[in-house]
T-cell receptor, first 115, second 113 residues
């Protein structure tokens, strides 16, 4: 079985400051990892994904994430946030075996960027 | 052009009623999904279809019945609505069964009174 834990339910930060949203996963097989963003009253939008290859993945809107297999983590980072980054962020995992094709989401982290 | 669209956006109904939510994607994808997002924003998969064939069927009550008339459409019918069914329901699609990049619709907020 696969699971995802997002370690912070809320992260407040000031504009232009760096931010890190933490995500840990567990799975007994190889995993594929994703970060999605949900703006208020909207659906989810894919920010970035790790399927294979380089462990540092770059996504849209200046976000990046690093896959760390030994620590089973996939933390999301941005060096300088904007007010428009205020949203809820979801980490998700998809694995092989019986979980093939199934995305399991974390509980979400609300990022609030203050002026 | 909206990639994944859902109707209606809001649905308010009474306990015991039957309702449907429609989903359409114009991306040419083979696989479509229904997710439920509860009041705590926890998102959980309910069903997936690939080329009109049911693939994933999580432990969802029998009152929920998905129907896929063609690979561009996946509808969700709910019988005998209960208070606990109140949630936001998202439709999504992906190119294939691997589902590595899923495109989500705007959601349908269902309120059961």
């Amino acid at each position: 079985a696969q699971s995802v834990t997002q370690l912070d339910s809320q992260v407040p930060v000031f504009e232009e400051a760096p931010v890190e949203l933490r995500c840990n996963y567990s799975s007994s097989v190889s995993v594929y990892l994703f970060w999605y963003v949900q703006y208020p009253n909207q659906g989810l939008q894919l920010l970035l994904k790790y399927l294979s290859g380089s462990t540092l993945v770059k996504g849209i809107n200046g976000f990046e994430a690093e896959f760390n297999k030994s620590q089973t983590s996939f933390h999301l980072r941005k060096p300088s946030v904007h007010i428009s980054d205020t949203a809820e962020y979801f980490c998700a995992v998809s694995a092989g075996g019986t979980s093939y094709g199934k995305l399991t989401f974390g509980q979400g982290t609300i990022l609030t960027v203050h002026p | 052009d909206t990639a994944v669209s859902q109707t209606p956006k809001y649905l308010v109904t009474q306990m015991g009623n039957d309702k449907s939510i429609k989903c359409e994607q114009n991306l040419g994808h083979d696989t479509m999904y229904w997710y439920k997002q509860d009041s705590k924003k926890f998102l959980k998969i309910m069903f997936s279809y690939n080329n009109k064939e049911l693939i994933i069927n999580e432990t969802v009550p029998n009152r929920f019945s998905p129907k896929s008339p063609d690979k561009a459409h996946l509808n969700l019918h709910i019988n005998s609505l209960e208070l606990g069914d109140s949630a936001v329901y998202f439709c999504a699609s992906s190119q294939d069964l691997a589902g590595y990049e899923q495109y989500f619709g705007p959601g349908t907020r269902l309120t059961v009174t």
